[in-house]
């Protein structure tokens, strides 16, 4: 956190509102020495042939207790049997005889839970490393267990995955289930060690440990989001797919159990499976990434699947001796996307105005594709040339597409009353917001070029350049290879020659145009998952992927050294952030500040044309 | 045991096999068997000396395991390069020896089939 000032009685500060004195907020690095990663003692086999599709009914009280499931056990994507299952403490003799009634009449098994779980998720799945599917797993898998508590973090282990999550015991004598929720569209599962000895006397003696088995999961509603752009429910999910069922209604799902109930749990898993066979579907225009459908939680994870196709080598790992002061710099000059109302209350006329592809547009405008295929990142004194730079900058420099390369720069500043990106807990606020507004600092502090010329453009002044630096690419990496992305060998993007972005960008609008084209149904439903899939990809690998941090929480408190801005200290923490793979915040902070720039130029010309 | 029930308990023991082994498509180096259950790992320079292993059929693993103790007994220090290295070396001359045995098995086995007959239908590529 730095203290910013603003100066009264600053004379260049024409036309900025009364100065407020508010605390700010900087992003820090907080850097850790590379550790030997922990021995993972999972197995890393690939998931067995047997998939178990299942969904369960509750009762409507805010216990939503279990009262019956619905299965269908499927091998090699063919179906080997379906079934009911049920709690016999949660429905009464009436309703068994109904579910028998049901199940004998449409030729279907009826077990009771404890039966399923230790013959079809134990026996069926967990023994032959099957996978488990489901739509909002986390809540199904939850219904079946007989206790919970806290999950723990494997003995010895620093951090934990699932801290903070759910260990839920289903059977005895069987490894409990971890879940941890991450997000509504996110959970990690897992099963936990076996409590039994599961490595025979003979490789024990030979000091041998068999891996263990951790299980597959996938919830569609993670998966149907990653390949759709957007949250789902099954039954909206269902209609966005065409599947040959669609979800029903229920009615009082709180009644006695009666034949259209069981239908209609039937059903769902039907839905289920199908809406499974068609995101596999889509799935598999990825499949050239090699990474299997479970480990997709996001967009995101789509992107980085690319990235590791094409042999891309993360930042941190090219160039492990970066200097962490200038990655503190770096990251106290990141502040996410901006999003503001001027006009509240007021019925005002307004005209949509929308940026197409803005982030993987800025990526290309600025050429921000060779960082991520380079070795590392240069650096160099522009301080002089910087300077010269926003003062000649304006509004038609910036519609020059050759200006933009030149803003890989971080540049120091004294802001005087200057427009930029602010972190602080304005108005009654208790978390920090960024906002854009008038700022003065006594402390020097950290900007992106583009963020200078922003505030140039909506004050009329250069702000004060203490001193800049320029980054560049070094050489690309070796060993990078060509891609098809979206499963269509036409759209081959070779990462050396092409600007990723701009490739991405290019074939979508080219696919759009087939499909417009296209008479046949069948193909053009085809065109359209890949277009869209082709947008995902351009918005997964273009941002967010490069300011990924994971926070660990840690049992005891640990020293890093954390850098911000460019000053270092020691903190003790116990919750340490963790850059994610990908972590390149000199590109996530280009990447907002120039689309930062974007904005500006437009609310530039409005307030130009009269438009305000 | 029902059908399903068989069907699923063999794919359970299989997968047991498999997370021991480490893969779901152990072959033997020697031989190439390759069902799981007659399969195990194998220390190709000695399990004091190096943790790498391929895999091995219970046969071919014996026969190996016989050639190794005609290996120099080991020194003081198990992790020492050159010990490693050398170790390695012979590991790869038994290899060699048993998988020469197998080609010749092989190539007396086809043989022995053109006789009777068999492989007039195809062609040499």
């Not at chain 1, 178990?52 to 009762?59: N, R």
């Not at chain 1, 003979?202 to 041998?208: H, N």
């Not at chain 1, 590791?308 to 970066?322: C, L, N, S, T």
């Not at chain 2, 050159?82 to 007396?108: N, V």
Request: glycine share 8%; with cysteine; net charge neutral.
């Amino acid at each position: 956190m730095a203290q910013s000032s603003p100066s009264p009685e600053a004379p260049d500060a024409v036309g900025a509102p009364a100065p407020e004195r508010l605390p700010i907020y900087l992003r820090g690095y907080a850097h850790q020495p590379p550790r030997q990663p922990e021995r993972d003692r999972s197995t890393q086999l690939p998931p067995g042939p047997w998939t178990l599709i299942f969904d369960t009914e509750t009762t409507t009280d805010a216990a939503q207790r279990l009262r019956i499931g619905a299965y269908q056990l499927l091998k090699h994507g063919q179906l080997r049997r379906a079934g009911l299952f049920f709690d016999p403490d949660a429905v009464s003799e009436a309703e068994v005889a109904c579910l028998r009634r049901e199940a004998g009449h449409r030729g279907i098994a009826l077990h009771r839970l404890d039966d399923f779980l230790e013959e079809t998720l134990f026996k069926g799945i967990y023994d032959s490393g099957g996978t488990v599917v489901g739509f909002n797993l986390p809540f199904d898998l939850s219904r079946l267990a007989r206790r919970w508590s806290s999950a723990r973090k494997n003995p010895g282990a620093r951090t934990s995955a699932f801290r903070g999550g759910f260990s839920f015991e289903l059977r005895p004598r069987r490894p409990h289930l971890r879940i941890k929720h991450v997000s509504r569209r996110m959970a990690f599962f897992g099963f936990a060690a076996p409590s039994k000895q599961h490595t025979a006397r003979s490789g024990r003696k030979r000091g041998e440990t068999n891996p263990i088995e951790r299980g597959h999961f996938l919830d569609l509603a993670t998966l149907g989001a990653a390949l759709t752009g957007q949250g789902h429910s099954l039954d909206s999910l269902a209609r966005l797919l065409g599947t040959a069922h669609q979800k029903t209604e229920g009615g009082d799902y709180g009644r006695p159990l009666d034949p259209e109930l069981v239908a209609y749990a039937l059903n769902d898993v039907q839905v289920t499976r199908e809406c499974w066979e068609k995101l596999l579907e889509r799935y598999a225009a990825h499949a050239e990434t090699g990474k299997l459908p479970h480990a997709i939680y996001s967009e995101a994870s789509l992107g980085k699947a690319y990235l590791e196709a094409m042999g891309i080598q993360p930042w941190r790992v090219a160039q492990p001796d970066f200097d962490p002061m200038l990655t503190g710099a770096i990251m106290s000059s990141y502040y996410g996307g901006r999003a503001e109302v001027h006009i509240r209350r007021e019925i005002v006329r307004t005209l949509y105005c929308d940026f197409a592809s803005m982030y993987p547009t800025v990526c290309t405008l600025m050429g921000l594709w060779r960082f991520v295929i380079a070795r590392g990142v240069s650096h160099e004194d522009a301080t002089a040339e910087v300077r010269a730079f926003l003062d000649s900058a304006d509004v038609e420099s910036l519609c020059d597409p050759t200006f933009w390369p030149a803003l890989t720069v971080l540049v120091e500043v004294e802001p005087n009353a200057d427009i930029f990106p602010t972190r602080a807990k304005y108005g009654e606020e208790p978390v920090a917001t960024i906002g854009v507004n008038y700022l003065s600092s006594e402390r020097p502090l950290w900007f992106t070029l583009a963020d200078c010329i922003a505030s140039k453009l909506l004050t009329g002044r250069s702000p004060r350049v203490r001193r800049a630096v320029r980054l560049a690419p070094l050489a690309p990496q070796d060993e990078l290879h060509a891609v098809a992305l979206a499963g269509d060998t036409a759209n081959r993007v070779d990462p050396v020659t092409d600007d990723f972005y701009r490739r991405v960008i290019d074939l979508r609008r080219h696919t759009q145009r087939r499909e417009r084209a296209e008479r046949d149904a069948g193909e053009k439903r085809r065109l359209d998952a890949q277009q869209l899939a082709l947008k995902i990809l351009a918005n997964a690998t273009s941002y967010g992927i490069f300011i990924e941090i994971n926070v660990d929480e840690l049992d005891h408190p640990e020293m890093v050294a954390l850098f911000e801005g460019d000053r270092q200290r020691d903190v003790e923490t116990s919750a340490l952030e963790a850059p994610g793979r990908y972590f390149h915040p000199l590109l996530a902070t280009l990447i907002t500040g120039a689309a930062r720039l974007l904005l500006a130029v437009t609310e530039r010309k409005l307030l130009d044309a009269g438009l305000d | 045991m029902d059908e399903l029930e068989r069907e699923r308990f063999r794919d359970g023991r299989l997968r047991a096999a498999h997370r021991r082994l480490g893969s779901t498509r152990p072959v033997c180096v020697i031989c190439g068997y390759d069902k799981p259950h007659g399969l195990e790992r194998e220390h190709p320079a000695g399990r004091k000396h190096d943790d790498t292993t391929t895999f091995m059929c219970r046969n071919c693993h014996a026969e190996r395991s016989e050639r190794q103790r005609e290996q120099p007994r080991g020194g003081d220090d198990p992790r020492n390069v050159f010990e490693i290295l050398g170790r390695w070396l012979l590991s790869m001359a038994e290899y060699f020896e048993l998988i020469i045995a197998t080609l010749r098995r092989f190539g007396e086995f086809l043989i022995g089939l053109a006789r009777q007959g068999y492989g007039s239908e195809f062609t040499v590529p």
